[in-house]
């Protein structure tokens, strides 16, 4: 900027422009918006012809068409620098103060002023004394200071002020930056002798620090008296109204206290509630504004006002609608549809009775969540799913209470408002998973929520009202019944939904999961098809689960792709059989059982149960020199433990009889391994194949081929009932055996079992372990073992030992195998 370059000018007649509360300084440069017509229209004269014009500021503001005799006298000839048209008819112009200038006359014509002016010659700098270098000091003093306690001035105005070296350009500098009225700018733009100007200057800049300093000291006095709570308060209402202007509240900015009041008087509640919520209301007009605990009292009401307490679902109560609902949206299932239909047929006709929960009990993707939500769409309920698994606390399902900090409602009511209505059905996930420790049971708080003799005021501790749960329909699943807390597992009925053979995962897979994934993944019916033989591939190969969710995924995989090459234009459809799975589903997870067992000495085919599912369980029995020793190794829980001592304890009762050197006990050493060390594995139900291992070790029969077991077993050889026959038969069928023992006891349980595998297996039940040696080992190849036995022991203290059998094997935690 040419601060100290001084136009000489003479007397010119140039287009006028009136300003509004601002004055321009020779060597400045200034921006502004520019509306009225006559202003737009003097700008355009100046900017066709030398862009030079004369601006003069008016004295009263607020005059819209000024005439000469409202401006001051001296003004300032500027340079058009720029100029911008606005959308709306004005300009933004900016200008280069050139030199100041005093209007002789002015006139109207063409829609804007011309005036006739003589430019006002800067007087020169004299060489600078000591009063005007003191001066300067002082105004930039001053200015440091303006600038540091001004809102409204940055202070890197304050460097270029330190290159000015004379006094006239310094005072102009000072002033065009200054956040002040016009008057006082104005007298310093028509006092022309330098340090005159500078004097003048300065004692404006002095006044207006000092009138700064107060006002910041008023400021602060006044706000250590409004105190924070105050302050915010002033800025909410701030945020409310920006709020407000952005749209984002719909509607007139109301008192929330009215609102609230409104809201409360239309709730259908009990008395109890409108008084608690009342009394709440009044809490929180007490608060200041945007303290802690208005806070945590708005979050309240709002809560409770949330709640559905007078939305319900009309129900449908039609039960042959109902079937058709189930069954169409699942194959199969029909125990598990026929008893839902009982159950809702219970229900519509006694409704008091309408406590009763059910209890959907299965491994993983059978289709449990997928029945609760037909039973929605079948009873026209809206449904909320809540997960209780690794739930510990009593508060997550019934809330903390509102004074600890960040208390929310429990489990219950937070599905309640996600429902909501009152009525809804509410899918309890993994109730087997419900923990308790010492923050309390939350399976007591569980048992209120679903008891219909007390649910029908349930109070959750954060919101402290009661609120009516007798509407509401509770499902609950799990994968096994085992840990579902007693009490709980006493109020429910429990419909249990078992593993589906492939041949039904093909039909779900075809009938369900296809089209649905096809659907998902926009594709026609046309534009993919799987084969049969392809999913029964992808159920054996890929997946090898329970449920089909897995199987779900893959196919979702295959859809993907297929929509993903019909979208890039490579196909126009996509037909899948078993030998394309590969390219598409990636390598097979799970090879063919080899059906290699059998045949084979000290090896034999278990079979257990899991949560997810039947599973085979192979047992080794190694028999080396030893001293008696007896090794179990495998993860193996303590009822496995004491399973294999029975077994081997019976064993010892019945050597002679089976052929065994009556003194094995001494002479041996027996290790039992189950292989998967990384899975544990408890329960009885493997004592029949340890049984049949050890013998077949011992006596050097090899066992038959394809031939599988499950059963407990006492000291006498007794074989006893076990549990998840079902799962098991479909494991065994599934690893290929042919021949499976099970305990006599568990005969009528092959009713339930899977038509695909009955026909599959041929089943030997037996009650004592003599019935079945001949069906388990081929004795007739027997060759027993023959080792040379050491003749000195190896190591003293083990010879010390007493004599018999010695379990060693380390304590594991936990349970998930049970055989
Ligand atoms: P769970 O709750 O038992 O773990 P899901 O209900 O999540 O299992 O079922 C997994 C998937 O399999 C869902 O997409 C479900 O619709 C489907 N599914 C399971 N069983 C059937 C069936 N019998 N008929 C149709 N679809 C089924």
């Not at 063409?110 to 800067?122: H, Q, R, V």
């Not at 997810?612 to 080396?624: F, K, M």
Request: proline content about 5%; charged content about 30%; aromatic content about 4%.
């Amino acid at each position: 900027m040419a601060y100290n370059k001084i136009e000489k000018t003479s007397r010119e007649t140039l287009p006028l422009l009136a300003l509004r509360g601002l004055v321009v300084f020779p060597g400045m440069r200034l921006n502004f918006d520019v509306e009225r017509d006559v202003s737009v229209a003097a700008l355009d004269a100046a900017n066709n012809n030398g862009r030079r014009v004369l601006l003069i500021t008016q004295r009263e503001f607020l005059k819209e068409n000024p005439r000469i005799s409202d401006l001051y006298d001296v003004g300032t000839i500027c340079h058009i620098t720029q100029m911008l048209k606005m959308p709306g008819g004005g300009v933004k112009v900016l200008v280069e103060g050139l030199t100041r200038a005093k209007i002789i006359s002015g006139t109207d014509t063409m829609g804007y002023y011309l005036a006739e002016c003589e430019g006002i010659t800067e007087p020169k700098p004299r060489k600078s004394s000591a009063r005007s270098e003191a001066l300067m000091r002082r105004v930039v003093d001053l200015f440091d200071t303006y600038a540091s306690i001004s809102p409204n001035v940055a202070h890197e105005l304050v460097m270029p002020l330190l290159g000015i070296t004379d006094a006239g350009s310094a005072a102009d500098y000072v002033m065009q930056h200054m956040f002040m009225k016009h008057e006082p700018k104005q007298r310093v733009l028509e006092t022309v002798p330098l340090v005159r100007r500078l004097e003048l200057v300065a004692e404006l800049l002095g006044h207006e620090v000092e009138v700064l300093a107060v006002e910041r000291e008023i400021e602060e006095n006044m706000s250590e008296r409004m105190g924070s709570n105050h302050r915010e308060q002033i800025l909410r209402e701030r945020m409310r109204s920006i709020q407000y202007e952005l749209g984002e509240l719909g509607g007139e900015p109301e008192n929330e206290f009215d609102v609230y009041r409104e809201k409360i008087a239309a709730l259908h509640a009990p008395d109890e509630v409108h008084e608690k919520l009342n009394k709440e209301l009044e809490r929180l007009q007490k608060q200041g504004f945007g303290s802690a605990e208005s806070a945590v009292l708005r979050t309240y009401l709002d809560q409770v006002l949330a709640l559905p307490w007078n939305t319900l679902s009309k129900e449908k109560r039609d039960i042959t609608a109902a079937k058709k609902v189930l069954d169409s949206e699942h194959f199969g299932l029909d125990k598990v549809k026929e008893r839902i239909i009982e159950f809702l047929a219970v229900r519509q006709m006694n409704p008091a009775a309408k406590g009763t929960i059910l209890c959907l009990l299965g491994p993983p993707g059978v289709g449990k969540t997928s029945v609760a939500m037909s039973v929605a769409h079948a009873t026209g309920r809206k449904l909320a799913r809540l997960s209780l698994g690794g739930v510990h606390d009593e508060a997550e399902i019934r809330g903390h209470r509102k004074t600890y900090v960040g208390a929310m409602p429990g489990r219950i009511m937070e599905a309640i408002t996600r429902a909501g209505t009152r009525n809804p059905i509410l899918v309890l996930d993994e109730v087997d998973k419900l923990g308790s420790d010492y923050r309390g049971d939350p399976s007591a708080a569980l048992l209120e929520a679903l008891d219909p003799e007390q649910n029908n005021a349930f109070r959750d501790h954060y919101l402290e009202v009661p609120f009516d749960l007798s509407e509401v329909m509770f499902i609950t699943t799990a994968n096994s019944s085992q840990t579902i807390p007693r009490p709980l597992l006493d109020r429910m009925e429990v419909i249990e939904l078992g593993s589906y053979t492939d041949i039904e995962k093909k039909e779900i897979a075809k009938r369900h999961l296809l089209p649905k994934q096809r659907k998902k993944h926009g594709l026609k019916a046309t534009q993919l098809k799987v084969s049969d033989t392809a999913l029964l591939e992808i159920a054996d190969g890929w997946t090898r689960e329970s449920g089909v969710r897995q199987l779900e995924r893959e196919l979702a995989t295959i859809c993907r792709k297929a929509s993903t090459a019909i979208a890039r234009g490579e196909l126009k459809s996509l037909s899948v059989t078993p030998r394309e799975l590969e390219k598409h589903l990636g390598p097979r997870k799970y090879i063919p059982d080899a059906s290699s067992i059998g045949g084979e000495v000290g090896l034999v085919r278990g079979l257990a149960w899991t949560e997810v599912g039947g599973t085979t369980l192979d047992v080794e029995v190694n028999v080396l020199p030893g001293m008696g020793a007896l090794k179990l190794t495998g993860n193996l829980g303590a009822v496995m433990k004491e399973s294999a001592e029975a077994a081997v304890s019976y064993i010892r009762s019945r050597a002679e009889k089976l052929g065994i050197d009556a003194d094995f006990h001494r002479k041996y050493d027996l290790h039992i391994h189950f292989p998967e060390g990384a899975v544990q594995k408890d329960g009885p139900s493997a004592g029949i194949t340890m049984a049949i291992a050890v013998i077949s070790a011992l006596t050097g029969a090899p066992v038959r081929p394809d031939i599988a077991m499950t059963g407990e077993i006492t000291l006498r050889g007794r074989i006893l009932r076990i549990g998840g026959l079902r799962e098991k038969t479909m494991a065994a069928m599934r690893s290929g055996a042919k021949t499976v023992i099970i305990p006599a006891d568990n005969e009528r349980d092959l009713e339930e079992i899977d038509q695909t595998v009955r026909r599959a297996l041929n089943f030997v039940t037996a009650r004592h372990i003599d019935n079945v040696l001949d069906v388990a080992l081929d004795f007739a190849n027997a060759v027993p073992p023959s080792f040379k036995l050491p003749t000195k022991p190896e190591t003293k203290p083990e010879a010390e030992l007493p004599q018999g059998f010695t379990p060693i094997s380390e304590e594991r935690p936990s349970v998930p195998l049970r055989m």
